[in-house]
């Protein structure tokens, strides 16, 4: 079992949405006080391997200070920013999707923007900023689906020439 896995943060490096979907479950964002070692692990339940970009660096290392998780212990670990390196392909996120043909409703959105989005609603409990700043997380979740398709299809096909 897989889980795709990607989180958004705040300017002091806290954790503020955990997207995690699975094919079993569908998608489950976990928001500001919602993010506790019990609701990750349970999100997590039964999964063998977790799919990131740049996660082995980025979002599992914050997640697992945050909750306190062994998660690069527990879960087998598939970064595909890694995986595009192996196979020779350059790029961040947005910019693969974007020559993969990707969809985004979010385009033009970066990270940026969603620690922006949090601190509209942190302090002012702006709805609309957090429904923006959930739906950029979900595409980024969402994408790493497509993205693995094509990436581990590209790295395969180079391997085997």
Known sequence: ??????????AGGDVTVVGIYR???????????EISDVAVWEALE??????????DRFDLPLLERQTRLDLRGRFRSLDLLRECRRAGIKGGLKALEERFGIARE?????GWDALRLWVRYERTGDEDALRALLEYNREDVMNLVQL??????????QESS
């Open 106 to 110: 979010s385009r033009g959105m970066s």
């Open 46 to 55: 039964g999964v063998e391997t977790i799919c990131t970009f740049n996660g």
């Open 148 to 157: 693995e398709r094509i990436v581990v299809g590209v790295g395969l096909e």
């Open 23 to 33: 094919e079993d479950r569908g998608l489950r964002q976990l928001v500001g006080g």
């Open 1 to 10: 079992m897989k889980a795709y896995l990607d989180i958004e943060t705040c």
